[in-house]
């Protein structure tokens, strides 16, 4: 946490300290209400004008054995009262609900940071199955921290006292209560939360009054039971006038393949599979039906894309959504998309591999399987948000220019975004950008691959329209005509002019923006959702004096064309990746420039540190 003043309160009050930001972590069983717990917190923050970043970090099995550290689950906010771009290296508050949580966390947290823990789960049992042979509460291996002892399930089961709950059911309490004492710490607004309540368990009037009494008990207990001597308050952060709303990269991800719909005045088809982290986007649009929008949700993976393709030749907006185990299960229907050049988003929201991998985690490991990932000489676009709020500019992006260029888009996220939030400004309609397909000609004119001048893209035709008849299918099309054919020279030619179209959506990325001197000691070249970490690495950097600047592509095939004069005015170039070096290698190949990659592949997000000590080492000569 990071301090400006104190401010004292009438006698009656415990004094308020202002800090200009700080970072949480909540973490327990996942039968804890972890993730509720930390989205709660969240919204409340966001009602309470702070900027913030959050990340939600939960097990991969559905019902991981209670207690063990298999099971823990967390959920981390960030929020200031200044420009947030990540969720915090570490955090300055940890919330423990288990000794599993204790464990699997303690290490992340600052030293001298507020160690809040549930003392009734430290029992012998559950100590032991995490490995402590004595409770860390006594042993005096917590002494770096300022511990806050609270039995949570004891204080919940009194405030709940007189009610007709079961025991079960008053434990699932618990988190409300530690989250009205985190409320009450960092002065956060109960309001969002008890409607919240209200909404959720309407159906169960005794569940509401029991969710909603845990939580005011809770904030009452940290006021009165004097266990933090006094609570903080962080300022409003400046903001650009406007509506806002908190939101995850897979609601935003969601929002703009509806807001796509609407503009271009076609109802949209999402043919999906679940798959962790995906799912959400699947789950989200079909909520929005009363707007066009049409969701199947799949056996398979080859099933949903081929409802996608089938919806493309039938004229709808299509998509489809996935991971990296889905993207080459669609492969070969990608590959009949590009064939016959139909308009198809293919949504990559990435995590850890391979095979099955780290399903919840996060990972940047599929650039080149999208970029190169099929059979044949078969490009397709590939564009990829930078933060959660950026999935729905740039998914709307990858519908513009799929239907504008009649290809295959693919649009890359990851866990991180697509799990995380971030406050976003809701855009004005009249200033989104205009989708539009190529002009279709008159039925005597008409030829199915005669091609656009300025795109090379073909008119796109549903299926079986009277006088627009044409051939379908993943066979070689004949250039102009589209009959079936085999002559070489034919193949050829429509192989090249495939690639030339998606060279072409090139001329259409405007100049790179560079943060930072346009010449200098280091560049530091990002893509998805490095983007935060890297910006914030390199404005510490910045501060101190240090010659270096830092670019982040969103278009990453075509790459921009503006790409090779940037690189060639520094020293050295830097790839910061959540893979083994991806992006580095396309930089090397097409450039030949000598770039450098720091590479993470633990299932977590970059930390701002690590960057900066990157950065740092090639300032002085080293490695990174």
């Not at 903001?239 to 109802?267: F, K």
């Not at 969701?295 to 393709?309: H, K, R, Y």
């Given at each position: 946490m990071s301090k400006t003043n104190t401010k004292p309160k009438n006698q009656k009050q415990e004094t308020a300290e202002e800090i200009d930001s700080v970072t949480i972590r909540f973490a327990g069983d996942s039968g804890d209400g972890i993730q509720l717990t930390g989205m709660q917190f969240t919204t409340s923050t966001a009602f309470a004008g702070n900027d913030l970043s959050t990340l939600p970090d939960f097990p991969a099995e559905i019902r991981?054995?209670?207690?063990?550290?298999?099971?823990?689950?967390?959920?981390?906010?960030?929020?200031?009262?200044?420009?947030?771009?990540?969720?915090?290296?570490?955090?300055?508050?940890?919330?423990?609900?288990?000794?599993?949580?204790?464990?699997?966390?303690?290490?992340?947290?600052?030293?001298?940071?507020?160690?809040?823990?549930?003392?009734?789960?430290?029992?012998?049992?559950?100590?032991?199955?995490?490995?402590?042979?004595?409770?860390?509460?006594?042993?005096?291996?917590?002494?770096?921290?300022?511990?806050?002892?609270?039995?949570?399930?004891?204080?919940?089961?009194?405030?709940?006292?007189?009610?007709?709950?079961?025991?079960?059911?008053?434990?699932?309490?618990?988190?409300?209560?530690?989250?009205?004492?985190?409320?009450?710490?960092?002065?956060?607004?109960?309001?969002?939360?008890?409607?919240?309540?209200?909404?959720?368990?309407?159906?169960?009037?005794?569940?509401?009054?029991?969710?909603?009494?845990?939580?005011?008990?809770?904030?009452?207990?940290?006021?009165?039971?004097?266990?933090?001597?006094?609570?903080?308050?962080?300022?409003?952060?400046?903001?650009?006038?406007?509506?806002?709303?908190?939101?995850?990269?897979?609601?935003?991800?969601?929002?703009?393949?509806?807001?796509?719909?609407?503009?271009?005045?076609?109802?949209?088809?999402?043919?999906?599979?679940?798959?962790?982290?995906?799912?959400?986007?699947?789950?989200?649009?079909?909520?929005?039906?009363?707007?066009?929008?049409?969701?199947?949700?799949?056996?398979?993976?080859?099933?949903?894309?081929?409802?996608?393709?089938?919806?493309?030749?039938?004229?709808?907006?299509?998509?489809?959504?996935?991971?990296?185990?889905?993207?080459?299960?669609?492969?070969?229907?990608?590959?009949?998309?590009?064939?016959?050049?139909?308009?198809?988003?293919?949504?990559?929201?990435?995590?850890?591999?391979?095979?099955?991998?780290?399903?919840?985690?996060?990972?940047?490991?599929?650039?080149?399987?999208?970029?190169?990932?099929?059979?044949?000489?078969?490009?397709?676009?590939?564009?990829?948000?930078?933060?959660?709020?950026?999935?729905?500019?740039?998914?709307?992006?990858?519908?513009?220019?799929?239907?504008?260029?009649?290809?295959?888009?693919?649009?890359?996220?990851?866990?991180?975004?697509?799990?995380?939030?971030?406050?976003?400004?809701?855009?004005?309609?009249?200033?989104?950008?205009?989708?539009?397909?190529p002009v279709l000609p008159s039925k005597e004119q008409f030829k199915p691959y005669q091609r656009d001048d300025a795109t090379l893209a073909r008119p796109w035709v549903s299926a079986g329209t009277p006088g627009y008849e044409h051939r379908i299918g993943g066979l070689e099309k004949q250039d102009v005509t589209g009959n079936v054919s085999y002559d070489p020279e034919n193949h050829e030619r429509m192989v090249r002019l495939r690639a030339a179209k998606v060279n072409k959506i090139a001329q259409e990325i405007g100049p790179t923006q560079v943060l930072g001197p346009g010449t200098g000691k280091v560049l530091v070249v990002g893509w998805g959702s490095t983007y935060g970490a890297i910006t914030a690495a390199v404005k510490n950097c910045q501060a101190r004096g240090e010659p270096v600047a830092s670019i982040h592509l969103r278009y990453l095939n075509p790459l921009p064309p503006d790409l090779a004069e940037i690189l060639s005015r520094y020293e050295n170039v830097l790839v910061p990746e959540l893979n083994m070096g991806q992006l580095l290698k396309l930089l090397r190949a097409k450039y030949l420039v000598p770039a450098v990659g720091l590479n993470k592949i633990k299932g977590q997000p970059f930390k701002i540190s690590e960057i900066e000590n990157a950065i740092k080492a090639l300032i002085a000569g080293g490695k990174p």
């Open positions: 991981a054995p209670a207690g063990t550290l298999p099971g823990v689950s967390g959920y981390q906010i960030h929020f200031s009262s200044r420009e947030v771009l990540t969720p915090g290296d570490a955090p300055d508050v940890l919330v423990a609900m288990n000794p599993a949580a204790l464990k699997a966390n303690l290490k992340d947290l600052n030293k001298g940071g507020i160690l809040v823990v549930n003392t009734d789960a430290f029992s012998s049992q559950n100590l032991s199955k995490v490995g402590y042979a004595a409770s860390p509460l006594e042993d005096g291996s917590l002494s770096d921290y300022r511990v806050i002892a609270v039995e949570l399930s004891r204080l919940t089961a009194n405030a709940l006292t007189g009610m007709s709950l079961t025991k079960v059911q008053a434990e699932r309490c618990k988190n409300f209560f530690a989250l009205g004492m985190m409320y009450w710490l960092y002065d956060r607004p109960m309001e969002p939360t008890l409607r919240w309540i209200e909404a959720k368990f309407k159906k169960t009037p005794l569940m509401v009054e029991a969710n909603q009494k845990a939580l005011h008990v809770g904030n009452a207990f940290a006021e009165t039971a004097e266990i933090f001597g006094h609570h903080y308050r962080v300022k409003k952060a400046p903001i650009s006038p406007g509506l806002y709303r908190n939101i995850t990269g897979n609601e935003a991800t969601a929002l703009g393949m509806v807001a796509a719909s609407h503009l271009a005045g076609i109802e949209l088809w999402y043919g999906s599979y679940p798959i962790t982290p995906a799912s959400d986007i699947l789950h989200e649009l079909s909520k929005h039906k009363v707007f066009g929008v049409r969701t199947f949700q799949a056996e398979d993976e080859i099933a949903a894309i081929g409802s996608a393709v089938g919806a493309a030749f039938g004229g709808r907006l299509a998509a489809t959504g996935t991971s990296g185990p889905g993207v080459a299960l669609k492969s070969e229907a990608i590959g009949l998309a590009v064939m016959v050049e139909l308009p198809l988003v293919i949504l990559d929201i990435q995590r850890g591999g391979p095979s099955t991998g780290l399903p919840t985690k996060t990972e940047q490991a599929d650039l080149l399987q999208v970029v190169y990932g099929r059979n044949g000489e078969c490009p397709v676009p590939v564009l990829a948000a930078a933060t959660p709020a950026d999935c729905f500019n740039m998914v709307l992006e990858a519908f513009r220019i799929s239907i504008k260029y009649m290809t295959p888009v693919f649009f890359m996220s990851d866990g991180y975004l697509g799990n995380g939030s971030e406050p976003w400004l809701v855009p004005e309609v009249s200033k989104l950008p205009k989708l539009q397909s």
